[in-house]
């Protein structure tokens, strides 16, 4: 019956994804332009859709929900600049639209959105410090002035400028929102496990419950510190159910959930970090990830018969997938580069996923699960157990996630 409810779960959100979609966007022009060593790539949007990352080889993918096209299959033909070499738009069918950037070498990357417009920025690998320097800012202080409390945004223009050489962030770059009285941001992060379900476990007892919470801890105070209210689906050593986690989230208004937890492999060279979010998958070993992850508490004691109900009851995260595949990349790719920075070590970006995971069902909000590394590699088991570590794997997290409600801005490379 456990697999049961997944293949059933499986079945329901290849459903949802295949009703026909309302076109309430339209991309109507591309601009091209040069900026020292980055090129710009300018989207004029009508409406505002949902976007996802995702890199094929030479290629970065962006893929627009509910969108129409009315500019050609290749837009800027014959006005590519390098590191560009090929810019393309597919119209996928089903409301769905999709940009394709082609790049000649290896490339960083930086996307946001501003109003009316998604910008894309690509510059050779290392060569601008920070691509994505200042981003927009949603959560933002009303004007001193405004007494009746609208919120104000950054003017178009300087929304999402290029950095200059050795010029220190901005306050929206480093990540701090600013808590006006019309709304703060919210974050739920669950820290997996917990109580008699210790998860797993390195070769010298560092048990998965106790660092997962250790890391939530850490990440809830680097939210706040960025002005974002962070609560926790547990603060200490006890069991809470799979299915209460995202009721918990709910209950709070929640933006965003966020579920952490250690891998596992049984090849102990296996590291890196990779994050998930609630969709159907034919991959086996996300597959053997979730029915571990899922046997921890999915049925609240109840029967198997009492989780497929649950299932089935709603599915509204369905329609959050874009949002949590995005949030996904950027958390993935953010943290494995700032590691990799602070540390000096190699930590692998495995990929921003999909997967049956239960703890994941229910959720209002983008909801994804961070598999932070692996305890079963002694050396990176080492590292997630230090408090070093681990702030710095908080802080890169908490740089995401704020960049994510800021903006919708992802950076990555090619």
């Known amino acids: 019956m456990k697999s049961a409810w997944l293949a059933i779960a499986s079945a329901c959100l290849i459903a949802a994804h295949s009703a026909p979609a309302r076109c309430g966007a339209v991309v109507a022009g591309a601009q091209l332009a040069r900026h020292g060593e980055a090129t710009e790539l300018r989207f004029k949007l009508r409406g505002n ?31 590519e600049s390098a590191p560009v070499s090929a810019v393309r738009v597919i119209d996928a069918g089903g409301g769905q639209a999709r940009i394709v950037i082609e790049v000649s070498e290896k490339s960083d990357y930086a996307v946001a959105t501003i109003p009316g417009e998604l910008l894309v920025r690509l510059a050779p690998a290392g060569r601008v410090p920070d691509l994505a320097a200042p981003i927009p800012v949603r959560f933002v202080q009303p004007r001193a002035s405004d007494e009746s ?17 050795g010029a220190a ?33 390195s070769a010298t007892h560092v048990t998965e419950k106790d660092c997962a919470l250790q890391i939530a801890r850490r990440l ?30 709910n209950r709070a208004g929640a933006d965003l959930f966020v579920s952490i937890h250690l891998n596992w492999s049984p090849n102990s060279a296996t590291n890196g970090i990779e994050v998930y979010y609630l969709n159907n998958t034919s991959d086996r070993a996300t597959i053997r990830l979730a029915r571990m992850e899922n046997l921890s508490g999915a049925s609240d004691g109840a029967d198997a018969k009492s989780d497929l109900n649950y299932i089935l009851s709603d599915l509204r995260q369905n329609y959050k997938a874009a949002e949590s595949a995005t949030l996904a990349e950027m958390i993935e790719t953010r943290s494995a580069a700032d590691l990799r920075a602070a540390f000096g070590s190699t930590v692998h970006e495995l990929g921003a996923k ?17 598999e ?43």
């Open 49 to 79: 859709p949902r976007w996802r990352l995702s890199r094929h080889g030479a290629e970065l993918w962006i893929d627009l929900d509910t969108t129409r096209l009315d500019i050609p299959p290749r837009p800027l033909f014959g006005q």
């Open 149 to 165: 409390g609208a919120r104000s945004v950054p003017p178009h223009r300087d929304a999402f400028p290029l950095p200059q050489p």
């Open 169 to 201: 962030d901005s306050p929206a770059d480093s990540g701090n929102v600013a808590n006006g009285p019309a709304r703060q941001a919210r974050v739920m992060i669950d820290a997996g496990h917990g109580g008699y379900d210790p998860g797993t476990r």
């Open 220 to 249: 809830a105070d680097a939210l706040r510190a960025r002005g974002v209210s962070a609560s926790l689906t547990r603060d200490g050593d006890y069991f809470v159910s799979l299915a209460e986690r995202t009721r918990l989230a």
């Open 354 to 370: 999909r997967g049956p995971f239960y703890v994941l069902v229910g959720a209002h909000m983008p909801a994804v699960l961070i």
């Open 372 to 414: 932070c590394g692996f305890l079963s590699n002694p050396l990176e088991a080492e590292h997630l157990a230090s408090a070093q570590y681990q702030a710095q794997l908080a802080q890169a997290i908490a740089t995401a996630v704020v960049r994510y409600l800021n903006g919708d801005a992802a950076r990555g490379n090619l």
